[in-house]
């Protein structure tokens, strides 16, 4: 079992729906990310978070540390949300920021 | 403006050659990572380091090796030692410990 689980793989939306994307967790963890990497392969950092939640233009994500869990919401969806999907755990081991990372969620939104 | 550049965006090379990836910062930042991507895997840690002249081996380091001459740059050296060196690699950086990562655009190297 992945030590950073997501759900769904693979999520496909018409334009305007709510999007809600999961990452579960088995580490212990400092905060937890949420990355958006787009065909071509470059990666964005949407949000890093390590409590409660926070929110940029569409974008909400949400963190329970109890549950081991975190939630990646978007509103108004668009084409151009149109992407993978990454979770990644952030653990301090030896002084050093190691991330685990989920298998991604590949986003599909259609016009 | 402030980034991370990786060069080329594509390489490809011929087994058993030796081939060096660039990772170029400059966002002042302390911490640089090499990460490798695989088709239906998640990223996984090749190489970190946390200051100059320092770097450790992370999940996956056998048959790679990196630099840290400079606070900018981290260039990774896939050897020939690399069984299956063909995958899309990422280098990142961050301020500091626990800090926001920031990504390159990525290297997708391909060897026949």
């Known amino acids: 079992k992945n030590e950073v689980e997501q759900s769904p793989q693979n999520l496909t939306a018409q334009e305007g729906e709510f999007i809600t994307i999961n990452c579960s967790y088995s580490v212990g963890i400092s905060a937890l990310h949420w990355l958006q990497q787009h065909p071509g392969g470059g990666i964005v950092s949407l949000f890093m978070?390590?409590?409660g939640k926070k929110k940029h233009g569409r974008l909400i994500a949400t963190i329970n540390i109890q549950e081991k869990h975190s939630s990646l919401h978007i509103t108004a969806s668009h084409p151009r949300d149109s992407a993978v999907y990454i979770c990644a755990a952030t653990n301090i081991i030896q002084g050093a920021q190691k991330l685990v990372f989920g298998q991604g969620t590949r986003l599909t939104i259609n016009p | 403006d402030g980034g991370i550049t990786q060069s080329p965006k594509y390489l490809f090379r011929k087994e058993g050659q030796n081939v060096t990836l660039s990772c170029e910062q400059n966002l002042n930042h302390d911490a640089m990572y090499w990460y490798r991507q695989d088709p239906g895997q998640g990223l996984r840690l090749i190489y970190y380091?946390?200051?100059?002249?320092?770097?450790q081996k992370g999940d996956i380091a056998e048959g790679y090796s990196v630099s840290r001459e400079k606070k900018e740059s981290f260039p990774l050296t896939v050897t020939s030692a690399q069984k299956n060196p063909t995958a899309f690699y990422l280098c990142?950086?961050?301020?500091?410990?626990?800090?926001?990562?920031?990504f390159g655009q990525g290297t997708r190297l391909t060897v026949v």
């Open positions: 978070l390590s409590s």
């Open positions: 990142a950086s961050s301020i500091a410990v626990a800090s926001e990562a920031f």
């Open positions: 380091s946390q200051i100059v002249n320092d770097f």
